[in-house]
Every structure is written in structure tokens, then in C-alpha cells.
């Protein structure tokens, strides 16, 4: 059986602001992948909105997809900031410290405007650096279904760093 756990919590903020109207970050750690949805604060930051998702080492494409396609769903603009963000993230996979939770995790960013998809895989810089995007590595579908979003999402972890 997969383990789907699919909640709205707070989280942490994303320092990378793209220019798009849904965003969501999908990390992988201990086999496990994270899906979070994020929306844009006044000012112009992301940060994490509630919508938060954890999937089982032996989820489908079709599972992957349908829950980064929700928190795209999720996702919005002009929110007020939250502060703590990174506390129900961490309460929610057993760690204490952001550090702790950087450490072994995978990060691919997924942007839609639209029909287009933009996945970015990430840089995993550490607890003071977080995940920058490697834009060199974008990979950009159209109108995918969910098991090719899934897919692509999928392959994009091996081209993160």
C-alpha cells in the first residue's frame, strides 16, 4: 500500500521568486517525497502556504502527479507572511533543526503559468543555503497529464545537485 499523508500546514519560505502565478516544491529524503504548495507573500516572496504532502518510496507518476498538480492548485498570490515556517515541515518528518532536514534531501521546484510547466531542479547548498535553482537544468512541458507530470518531476531529480 502507498503511504499518501496529504495536509495544510505552515512551512518555510523559498528564496527563488519566479515570475509565475503557482508554485510548488517537491524534495525528496529517505525515499520519501515531500510536495509542498506555495504561495507569494505581498512583498514578493514564496513561502510555504499549508498544503503540504508526503508520498510513499513506492509512489506512482500518476501519485506524484496528482499531488503536485493539487498544490499547484493551492498555490497563490498576495498572502500575508508567516513567521516559524519551517516548524511544521520538520514536525512532520521527526527532525528538530532546518539543517537536519537539508542534510540527504533531493529539491525540484514546479512552476505553472498556464499550460506551461517549468521544473527546475535545485542545488542543495545546506541549512544556511538552502535550495537554489539550476536554471541551466529547466526542463518546461505543456498541458502534461498527471503521470507525465509525475514522470518529469521524477527525472528531474537526476539532474539535482
Same mark, same amino acid.
Request: hydrophobic share 35%.
Given at each position: 500500500m502507498v503511504a499518501v499523508s496529504c495536509s495544510r500546514i505552515e512551512?518555510?519560505?523559498?528564496?527563488? +521568486?519566479?515570475? /509565475?502565478?503557482? $508554485?510548488? $516544491?517537491?524534495? &525528496?529524503?529517505? !525515499? =520519501?517525497?515531500? /510536495?509542498?504548495?506555495?504561495? &507569494? +507573500?505581498?512583498?514578493?516572496?514564496? &513561502?510555504? $502556504? !499549508?498544503w503540504l504532502c508526503r508520498l510513499g518510496? %513506492?509512489?506512482?507518476? =500518476?501519485?506524484?502527479?496528482?499531488?503536485?498538480?493539487?498544490a499547484l492548485e493551492a498555490s497563490e498570490t498576495g498572502v500575508e507572511r508567516r513567521s516559524n515556517a519551517a516548524a511544521p515541515l520538520l514536525e512532520m518528518v !521527526?527532525?528538530? +533543526?532546518?539543517?537536519?532536514?537539508?542534510?540527504?534531501?533531493?529539491? /525540484?521546484?514546479?512552476?505553472? %503559468?498556464? =499550460?506551461?510547466?517549468t521544473i527546475e531542479p535545485k542545488r542543495n547548498e545546506g541549512a544556511r543555503g538552502g535550495f537554489s535553482p539550476l536554471p541551466d537544468r529547466v526542463e518546461v512541458i505543456?498541458?502534461?497529464?498527471?503521470?507525465?507530470? !509525475? $514522470?518529469?518531476?521524477?527525472?528531474a531529480f537526476d539532474r539535482t545537485l
Open positions: 512551512g518555510h519560505v523559498v528564496r527563488h +521568486t519566479p515570475s /509565475v502565478s503557482e $508554485n510548488v $516544491n517537491v524534495d &525528496q529524503r529517505g !525515499g =520519501e517525497w515531500f /510536495v509542498a504548495s506555495y504561495s &507569494q +507573500t505581498i512583498p514578493g516572496f514564496w &513561502q510555504m $502556504n !499549508g518510496s %513506492d509512489s506512482s507518476d =500518476e501519485a506524484i502527479g496528482a499531488a503536485v498538480e493539487e !521527526g527532525l528538530r +533543526t532546518f539543517g537536519a532536514y537539508m542534510r540527504g534531501t533531493r529539491s /525540484v521546484g514546479v512552476m505553472r %503559468d498556464g =499550460e506551461a510547466v505543456h498541458a502534461p497529464s498527471r503521470a507525465e507530470l !509525475g $514522470n518529469a518531476v521524477r527525472r
